[in-house]
């Protein structure tokens, strides 16, 4: 079953304007939440993370917010930027499991210009 | 400081032909993976590492061999090549991550893992 769901595969949205990315998860016992952004050919990076006890955590133009009630979480890109077309996962992991994460299936964000 | 590198970049297989992965970090990181990413799939973990001479299966271990005799080096085997394995493969490092929630603000935790360029693997 799919711990980490993220029912957008593709996302398109113009240059300047919010990109909202979700993601929802099944699994109570993640209490760490990240995403990734990857550019073809290249590993996924880092890019901003939450704790569970926390419900939002913002980094320059980069903003999670975390509903633990809806176990959902989202990603805010303000502005988006041409730059910022990537594909975008969503990863969870539980505090029993050291540093394992469990991955979503990735969103594509394309930002026109 | 060249971080986690992937050798091969690309491999093409024949079915039931036998092939080694290697993955090297120089971040002298306690922990290793490996995953594999297919369209729709996201990335699953194949095998892991939590220390030099430990391993430990992943979500999708059938298939796949692992070994870590270097604390930097992580090596992926494939025994016997099937089309189902045409992947793009992933490896990570990352330092042991914390049995308590953060409660810094800290913008990365320790437990971030750093990946690789990805080895491309196309089995016929």
């Known amino acids: 079953d799919q711990q980490v769901k993220q029912n957008s595969p593709s996302l398109s949205v113009q240059e300047g304007r919010i990109s909202i990315l979700n993601c929802d998860y099944t699994?109570?016992?993640?209490?760490?939440f990240l995403w990734y952004k990857k550019y073809p050919a290249e590993g996924p990076t880092f890019l901003i993370s939450?704790?569970?006890?926390?419900d939002k955590n913002e980094d320059g133009r980069f903003t999670v917010f975390l509903n633990k009630s809806a176990k959902h979480l989202s990603l805010h890109i303000v502005p988006s930027q041409p730059g910022d077309s990537a594909v975008y996962f969503c990863?969870?992991?539980?505090?029993?499991?050291?540093?394992?994460?469990?991955f979503g299936e990735g969103t594509q964000l394309t930002v026109n210009p | 400081n060249a971080g986690v590198t992937q050798t091969p970049k690309f491999r093409v297989l024949k079915t039931g032909q036998s092939m080694t992965l290697l993955c090297a970090q120089d971040?002298?990181?306690?922990?290793m993976y490996w995953y594999r990413q297919d369209p729709g799939m996201g990335l699953r973990l194949i095998h892991y590492?939590?220390?030099?001479?430990?391993?430990a299966k992943g979500e999708v271990p059938d298939g796949y061999n692992v070994s870590r005799l270097k604390k930097q080096n992580f090596l992926l085997g494939l025994e016997s090549a099937a089309p189902s394995q045409t992947s793009v493969y992933f490896c990570?490092?990352?330092?042991?991550?914390?049995?308590?929630?953060?409660?810094?603000?800290?913008?990365?935790?320790?437990?971030?893992?750093?990946f690789g360029p990805g080895t491309r693997l196309l089995v016929l």
């Open positions: 990570a490092s990352s330092r042991p991550g914390s049995k308590r929630p953060s409660t810094s603000g800290q913008a990365r935790p320790l437990e971030t893992q750093y």
């Open positions: 699994n109570s016992m993640f209490d760490y």
């Open positions: 939450i704790s569970s006890i926390k």
């Open positions: 990863a969870a992991m539980p505090r029993t499991s050291g540093s394992r994460l469990t």
């Open positions: 971040m002298n990181h306690e922990y």
């Open positions: 590492s939590v220390g030099e001479g430990t391993t």
